[in-house]
Structures are given as C-alpha cells and as structure tokens.
C-alpha cells in the first residue's frame, strides 16, 4: 500500500496533507510513504522530519505520486496535474465539488476515486474525520486575532492611573463552529460578546460560552434547522426582520466577525453597505464567508477594504492556512482517521467498502465516472 503526499500547487494554500505524526501512523498501517521535498514546509515540517518518521522523502510531486494507491491532499488536484496519478487510486482532500462540473469529470476520466472530505456525514462516528469543524474552529480562532490586529484599541476593559478604556464589543454573525470559537476567543481577551444564528440550537450554546444572543425568534426560526442541523435558507420576510434587528444592534459594535454558510449555497448576505457604514471609525469586520461570495456587502476576497468612513472590512483568503501548523495537524488526522477505515488493518491492505456510509457519502468519482448522486452531470 503506497502513500503518495504531494505539494499543495494552489498558490496561497500551505498546509499538507500529513505530517510526521500521521506517517508513522500510516506506517504503523502497512503503507510505505512517499513525501514529495518540501511539502511541509509551509506547517513547519522538514524533509528530515518525514524522514525520520519513516517516510521516504520524494525529490518532486511526479515522483511521490508514482504508483501511489492512496494520495493525502488538502485541494483538489487541478486537471493538468492528474497525468502524475494512478489511474484507480484513491485521491482524498478538500474538493469543493459545488458547481464543478469540469474539474470533477477531469478527475473522473484520470480514473481516481476522488473523495471530498468536506460531505463526511456529521455523525458521531465520523466525528475524527470532520474536517469543516477542525478548519472552521481555527478560522473562528483566527478571525479574532486577526480583527484585533487591525482594531486600533484594547479588547479588555482596562482601568488604569490614565484613566479608563472600555471593553471591545464584538458581534458574531453565525454561531456553527468557526462562530462559537470566535465567541469563545473574544470572551477570553475580555470582549463583551454578542452573537445571533438562525438556527434554535445556537443560542444555548452562544450562552454558555457567556454571549448574549441576539435573533427574531419567530415561528420559523423555530423551525430553521435541517434534520442534519444545518441552516434552512430563511424566507424573504424573515431576512427583513432580522435584518432590522442586526442594523439596530450591529451600530454599537466595535468589531463583527461573519460566518454564515448554507451548505452548497452562495453565503447569506447579512451586513449591507448602509450597515457598514454605521458603524464607528475604526471598526473592524471580519468576513468569513467570503470565498463562497460573502456576508459583508463590499467585502473583497484576498484584501482589507477600509471605506470611506474608516472601517475595515477583512476579506482573508483560506483562513485556516493562517495558522497552517495547527491546520495541518488537525486535518492530517482527519485524514489518518478516514484511510483507517478503508483499511483491513490485520490484512495490512488497502480494503475500502464501497458501501459504508462515510464512503458513499464522500466518494465523487470512481471507475472513470461521477459516482456521487449530487454531482451528476448536467444534461446539456
Ligand atoms: P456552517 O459553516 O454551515 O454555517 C455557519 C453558521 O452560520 C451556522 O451555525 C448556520 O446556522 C449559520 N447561518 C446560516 N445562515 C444564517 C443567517 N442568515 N443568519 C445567521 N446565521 C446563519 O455551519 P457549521 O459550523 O459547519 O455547523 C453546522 C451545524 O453542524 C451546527 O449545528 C453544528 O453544531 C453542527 N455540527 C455537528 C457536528 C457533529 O455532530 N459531528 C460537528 C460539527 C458541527
């Protein structure tokens, strides 16, 4: 069983798909790795440090995907690149397959049985492989270091012989995983904390973190959560309310930090550009949301927007990768915990079932075709 861990291609994107750690697990598996030269640079990992855990260190990613039957990637590998892999092997990574038609039949036509890592069924059992909870929790970290870096004042409340400096107020928009942690880390600095989510769920849990929650808790919010405790796209009437109720809020605040998603959906647009500009100079937004078109009108990919009124709007790329040490970490035992079960661990052989659930649920391609049922091509 060979284990090809190639260099991330994608620029921007520094994390790698297994670490020291994760190999010597691999290979505690039956798999001999191969890691191509300098993969884990970018989290902090050497050559020497694969290589002391047992890996053979490859001098280019053609060469550590050589008859490799199982490649460890964070991005799906782009089409140009796909010649380099093992027609059947087994491609595991973040894939993002949502209108991906071209790039997920490029992947089928190489042969490879690609699995997004991203669709793992939320369940107890594949809890170790989630790799949107183990991403989102450290860009909800991020988020707050990160607005606190361009927040021109303290966090905490600070009495001094000077005088005194209020506590930051912070508002989370989204309150899943990245938003509780954003709470969590703003708590911990000393802001006063509020957040809202559309989902009941949320506020519990927004509470016993110690923030106030704030939402229209009407009827159908009630009923906004999917049987896979996702959020529903709320109604027209309903994004009216709430949106009253954040503009009024929302002005008060010193710094905001977005997160909302809907899973296969373009992001929920929830600050207007009016709401911006409410806002005191100096605040900061933080958009997490905006790699899947934003939460924040005026929010731009890649940059700090600062408007006319002096607020900033942070638009970072690939947040998690901002922390790529902690990121890889995590994911790579995502990814160690997802091999081990396409694994006959007393066989030491690659064993998959292609009928266990956590496979159905993942595989996009496989045979030459797209397997999955969401992906399938469109009938032109
Ligand atoms: P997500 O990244 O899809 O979305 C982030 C948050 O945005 C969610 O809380 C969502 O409700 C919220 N949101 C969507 N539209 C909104 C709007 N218009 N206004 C305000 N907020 C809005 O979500 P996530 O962080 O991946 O978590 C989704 C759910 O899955 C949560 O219930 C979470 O607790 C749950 N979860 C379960 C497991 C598990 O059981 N293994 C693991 C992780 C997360």
Known sequence: MKIGIPSETEPGEPRVGATPDTVRKLIGLGATVRVA????????????DYAQAG???????????????????VRRPRADELGAYRSGALV???????????????????????????????????????????????????????????????????????GTVPAAKVFVMGAGVAGLQAIA?????????????????????VASLGAKFVAVEDEEFREAETSAG????????????????????IKKQDIVITTALIPGRPAPRLVSAAMVDSLKPGSVLVDL??????????????????TPGGVKIIGHLNVPGRLAASASSLYARNLLAFVETLVDKKEKV????WEDELVKATLLTKDGAVVHPAFQPQPA
């Open 350 to 353: 690659l064993a998959p079932n």
């Open 289 to 306: 949301a905006v790699e899947r078109g934003g939460n924040v009108e005026g929010a731009r990919p890649g940059e700090v927007v600062v």
């Open 37 to 48: 030269s300098g993969a884990g640079l970018a989290s902090g990992f050497t050559d020497e």
């Open 92 to 162: 595991l990574g973040i894939m993002d397959p949502h209108g991906q038609h071209e790039a997920l039949a490029a992947l089928a036509q190489a042969g490879v049985s690609a699995f997004a890592m991203e669709l793992m069924p939320r369940i107890t059992r594949a809890q170790v492989m989630d790799v949107l909870s183990s991403q989102a929790n450290l860009a909800g970290y991020r988020a707050v270091i990160d607005a606190s870096a361009e927040f021109g004042r303290a966090f905490p409340m600070m009495m001094t012989a000077a």
């Open 185 to 205: 880390t703003a708590r911990r600095l000393g802001a006063v904390v509020t957040a809202t989510d559309v989902r009941p769920a949320a506020k519990e849990q």
């Open 55 to 73: 890996a053979t260190v490859a001098g280019s990613n053609q060469e550590a995907l050589d008859g490799a039957a199982v490649v460890l990637k």
């Open 230 to 249: 996702y959020a529903k796209p709320m109604s027209a009437e309903y994004q009216a309310k709430q949106a009253a109720l954040v503009a009024e809020h």
